[in-house]
């Protein structure tokens, strides 16, 4: 079975400052993809990022960046110039890429992050 | 717009009463649907997988007596928490996976909030 592992239970940051989230997962599979969600206190579950397997190229979305290392298993997520909007929890989230139930997603414990004006 | 519709977002019963959530997907068929379950500052855990036309596979540990899954139709999902008691008070969300579209993120319902008296 897969596992993701959030290291960070909270982590704070200075307001237009960089802060990076800590994830490792562990999977036999080759076929994967990994994911950033964030939940701030509305609860909703709202995707920051993902990144596909195959791809060796660290995808981007504004000023979020991943650094996806496969052979490390290791998928963090850099948060530049940070803005309080940004508080909430993250989650890092695994998916196999075969099919049927296997599409589920398997979270990390989250870390919560602050940002400080 | 929102893409998924869960309903209610809040309920509050007595104990010993059924509570029914309905997940619903407003722009596309949906093959496969998701239940989770999360408790206050942690993570989501998957309840169980739900196919249309076919029973819900249930994850280890979680009653399939006690927690009803129904997909009747590729657009609508429901679970049903019978004979609801305080321990089964928690967040319940759904998520949405695209049918004919499985390389995309799946699509979050904003949850459901579950207090039982």
């Known amino acids: 079975a897969q596992t993701v592992t959030q290291s960070q239970p909270e982590m704070s940051v200075q307001e237009a400052e960089t802060v990076t989230l800590s994830c490792t997962y562990d999977?036999?599979?080759?076929?994967?993809?990994l994911f950033w969600y964030k939940q701030p206190p509305s609860r909703q579950m709202i995707l920051v990022i993902r990144?596909?397997?195959?791809?060796?190229q660290n995808a981007t979305e504004n000023r979020f960046s991943v650094n996806f290392q496969k052979a490390a298993k290791s998928f963090s997520l850099k948060i530049s110039d940070s803005q309080l909007g940004d508080a909430a929890m993250y989650f890092c989230?695994?998916?196999?890429?075969?099919?049927?139930?296997?599409?589920?997603?398997?979270f990390g414990k989250g870390t919560l992050l602050t940002v400080n004006p | 717009g929102a893409v998924v519709s869960q309903h209610p977002s809040w309920v509050i019963c007595k104990s010993g009463t059924s509570v029914k959530i309905e997940c619903r997907s407003l722009?596309?068929?949906?093959?496969?649907m998701f239940w989770y379950r999360q408790f206050p500052k942690q993570s989501l855990m998957l309840m169980a997988t739900?196919?249309?036309?076919?029973?819900?596979?249930?994850e280890q540990g979680v009653e399939k007596d006690k927690f009803l899954i129904n997909h009747a139709s590729l657009t609508l999902s429901t679970l049903t928490v019978t004979s609801a008691h305080p321990e089964d008070s928690s967040f319940y969300i759904c998520?949405?996976?695209?049918?004919?579209?499985?390389?995309?993120?799946?699509?979050f319902g904003d949850g459901t909030r579950l207090s039982i008296l």
């Open positions: 990144q596909e397997a195959y791809k060796q």
């Open positions: 722009d596309f068929q949906a093959t496969t």
């Open positions: 999977t036999s599979e080759s076929d994967y993809y």
């Open positions: 998520s949405v996976q695209r049918q004919g579209r499985t390389n995309q993120p799946q699509h």
């Open positions: 739900s196919n249309e036309g076919s029973k819900a596979t249930y």
């Open positions: 989230a695994y998916r196999s890429g075969s099919g049927g139930s296997n599409y589920k997603l398997t």
